[in-house]
């Protein structure tokens, strides 16, 4: 009888443990999911997530007749002339002034400006240094320029810096109180390989900028460029076409 009662207690005691166990697990789900949410709802930048083996993302620099596009207008039209619908653009890196790319860029496997690994002044010298690239089976990374390889996989890559967040680990040169304050944009890779792009509606700090990339998920982010960034999400009711810059990063559909 007594060993019937204790039994009877431990499978209840199992029970409630058990119930315990999956109430936190839920708890902590809905409260992951809560924190996701806001991050990507952060009103402080305009977000936005593709995944580069579903989505067409392509790098831009010139039209068919070699001019120079400069602005996310002159892209629209671009695409548009092709049957194509421009779902998203950004400008992808810094420039020299006559709005060629600042060190490595490739576009369609073609290698247009050389790598930079040289050391000099101003945010594109900031350590680590980093590259975008993204190859022919559509799979994106963001490497430190130091490590990065060529190869003939590589169908887009542009280079910039400096690196916001590495294996998860902001950049420790950045200053959680700064304020070296500027308007940023950049981009960030998610562990399941999807990339977000986002840039801040005001001034904003490195650290801070950082901060949000690592809220969303991102293991690795890079820092695309400052004051003259520009975005284009209609989804969001977010559109500006107006520029005057090197490389724009364009996530396109066919016209319906």
């Known amino acids: 009888m007594a060993a019937n009662i204790i039994s009877f207690y431990s499978i209840k005691n199992l029970s409630f443990r058990i119930k315990s166990t999956c109430h936190f697990i839920l708890f902590f789900l809905i409260f992951s999911c809560i924190c996701c949410k806001k991050a990507q709802d952060d009103n402080r930048f305009i977000t936005y997530r593709t995944n580069p083996e579903k989505q067409n993302i392509h790098m831009y620099w010139k039209n068919d007749k070699g001019e120079i596009l400069k602005s ?93 967040i590495t294996n998860g680990k902001i950049n420790p040169i950045f200053q959680e109180k700064s304020k070296n304050m500027n308007i940023r944009n950049g981009v960030g890779i998610l ?51 107006d520029g005057n810059f090197g490389v724009i990063i364009g996530v396109t559909e066919p016209s319906k």
């Open 72 to 164: 996310i207008d002159h892209l629209n039209h671009y695409v548009q002339a092709k049957n194509k619908k421009l779902v998203f653009a950004m400008n992808g890196g810094m420039f020299e002034p006559d709005n060629a790319p600042k060190g490595l860029y490739i576009e369609n496997f073609k290698i247009l400006k050389s790598i930079d690994t040289l050391q000099g002044a101003g945010n594109f010298y900031l350590q680590p240094n980093g590259i975008l690239y993204i190859t022919q089976n559509n799979h994106a990374g963001i490497i430190e320029t130091k490590k990065y390889r060529q190869n003939k996989s590589i169908r887009y890559a542009t280079q910039s810096g400096p690196i916001l």
């Open 191 to 241: 562990e399941n390989g999807e990339l977000i792009f986002a840039m801040s509606k005001k001034e904003i700090s490195f650290y801070d900028f950082a901060q949000h990339f690592k809220s969303l998920g991102c293991k690795e982010a890079l820092y695309l460029d400052g004051y003259v960034s520009r975005t284009y999400l209609p989804e969001k009711n977010w559109s500006q076409q």
